[in-house]
């Protein structure tokens, strides 16, 4: 291993200052593109769950440290140690700011991308302090760094001849972040972190391989769980994967390698134990868990993202790179994913975190000594690039899920001043996914994962704004589910095939009627004892 100089660390400098800007230019121009009609929502791709990022945010704000589902309305137990790097600005926010303030949306967005500019710095670093464990020349290990952080496949392939939905999946460089950087890069910032702590505590163990170091690596690692906690699986695949290369390349146990990943790994330990015991013990999380369905693409989709890679670090292991105790963690780790990401769990393509970056340095050499090197780096850039592009159209469009009309916001402003804090809160999927992110209340469907039975649910909102319901039906419906408001926008009265006045109006209390958003409160009988919502039923101030 060469030292890295001043120089190169310059240049490392000016290529992640250009990775920031052209990844924060999307966002900056949906921000001039708001106005009084359409205001942005914060993210430029992934809102759906940009929005569940914003609202665990929120919950930090509110004083919460435990996390618990607020897409659903399921009382269940929360649960300390889920996704502190963003309940934790949410804390420093909620210093300054009441979560009952309309600005705190702005702020938290604008605290999202800080964070996301800051860990994306620190991750471009902690890539390039990686690939000089490997790569002497500066010229390579420059390359290595292109193509590990902007660097993909044949995807963009397929969506220029008209084919991304090949045999069912998207090309793997357009949803898989765990497989590609950019995609983190451009808006994932916890996940920034997690890889960025991951090649850190891989750092310590190769260059320096002693107990201290052992232990710095497995605080690293431990900093990894507590921003995805399936990535500790990949953690333990890529120590078992290195050990077993270096076993057989050495033909004797690495009793010392051995002994210094099981120290790192131990510290990591009582984390996942204690994931495992509340996903097991938790029955929300427990169903959450079930619910998070995440299964790796046709193999051909890999193939065509990694195999322009493949190949040419097939030919640097012939012929420009010794196998050496080092390098054996990158070639175990580049074979194993393969394996890890169709075993039968449901986070398949999980375990494909951070292989792009084995793979651009295997890769590399090979590059050097092809004729068409320029040709061929254009060309494993081109999906990022239709990825950049692709958003940027999107943003010009000016229309949901990227911006969201002032006149709802305004109305969800309303509700947030108004209502109790937790209240559940129906409407459409959409409606739900961003109101966590700007009120504190509960949302009766919003997402994917975090929505129990999310299908089920998305079924009883159809039926209940088609006004398909019985009156004994719907009070069972607000009784079981402990719903106390009702949004009523233009998306929900798609659903009513634009009915002047559905029958469920009748039973309930208008509190909001403004540009065309509604919003309704459930009033049921209640005892002297108990409130059959579990909720106080006094009206509030109507507008």
Not at 145 to 169: M, T
Request: proline share 5%.
């Amino acid at each position: 291993m060469a030292s890295i100089s001043q120089r190169e660390w310059r240049h490392v400098a000016y290529f992640t200052v250009g990775v920031l800007v052209i990844t924060t230019v999307p966002y900056l121009l949906a921000w001039w593109l708001q106005d009084r009609s359409w205001l942005f929502n914060g993210f430029v791709f992934g809102v759906e769950d940009g929005n569940a990022y914003l609202g665990k945010m929120r919950l930090g704000v509110r004083g919460y440290w435990d996390f618990f589902l607020f897409f659903t309305p399921e009382a269940h137990a929360s649960a300390p140690l889920f996704y502190l790097p963003y309940i934790l600005p949410g804390q420093f926010l909620g210093l300054f700011m009441d979560s009952h303030d309309p600005a705190l949306f702005g702020w938290m967005v604008l605290t999202f991308h800080a964070m996301r500019l800051g860990f994306d710095a620190l991750l471009i670093v902690s890539i390039y302090r990686f690939i000089a464990l490997f790569l002497d020349t500066s010229s390579q290990r420059f390359m290595a760094l292109l193509l590990a952080c902007l660097g993909g496949g044949l995807g963009w392939l397929l969506i220029l001849i008209g084919k991304s939905n090949l045999l069912g999946d998207l090309p793997a460089e357009f949803y898989i972040p765990e497989g590609f950087s950019f995609y983190i890069l451009y808006g994932l910032p916890h996940i920034a972190l997690a890889r960025a702590l991951l090649l850190i505590g891989l750092h310590l163990l190769i260059t320096q391989p002693r107990y201290a170091q052992a232990i710095g690596a497995g605080l690293c690692w431990a900093g990894v769980g507590l921003c995805v906690p399936f990535y500790l699986l990949v953690i333990y695949g890529i120590l078992g994967g290195w050990g077993l290369a270096r076993w057989l390349r050495n033909k004797r146990f690495p009793k010392a390698f051995a002994v210094q990943g099981l120290l790192a790994s131990s510290l990591t330990f009582p984390l996942l134990l204690y994931y495992l015991m509340v996903f097991n013990q938790n029955k929300a999380f427990a169903q959450w868990s079930s619910q998070n369905l995440l299964p790796s693409p046709h193999p051909l989709h890999y193939l065509l993202a990694y195999g322009i890679l493949a190949i040419l670090a097939m030919f640097s292991l012939r012929r420009y790179l010794p196998i050496t105790d080092t390098n054996a963690l990158l070639i175990a780790w580049v074979l194993m994913v393969p394996l890890w990401v169709y075993l039968p769990i449901n986070v398949q393509r999980r375990l494909a975190e951070g292989v792009l970056v084995p793979l651009a340095i295997l890769a590399t050499p090979a590059l050097f000594h092809v004729r068409w090197q320029m040709g061929i780096v254009v060309i494993l850039l081109l999906s990022s690039l239709l990825l950049l592009i692709g958003s940027t159209f999107a943003v010009l469009q000016q229309t949901r899920p990227i911006y969201r009309p002032y006149d709802e916001v305004a109305a969800l402003d309303w509700l947030n001043d108004y209502a109790d804090e937790n209240a559940v809160a129906l409407g459409t999927f959409e409606t739900g996914n961003f109101l966590p992110a700007r009120t504190n209340l509960r949302a009766f469907l919003g997402h994917g994962p975090e929505t129990l039975y999310a299908s089920d649910k998305r079924d009883l909102v159809d039926r209940f704004f088609a006004d398909q319901m019985t009156e004994a039906e719907r009070l069972s419906f607000y009784e079981q589910y402990h719903i106390r408001y009702i949004f009523y926008g233009p998306l929900e009265r798609e659903l009513a095939s634009h009915q002047a006045q559905p029958t469920w109006t009748h039973s309930v209390a208008l509190l909001y009627d403004y540009d065309g958003y509604q919003i309704f409160e459930v009033l049921l009988t209640c005892t002297d004892e108990t409130c059959a919502l579990g909720c106080h039923c006094s009206s509030l101030p109507s507008r």
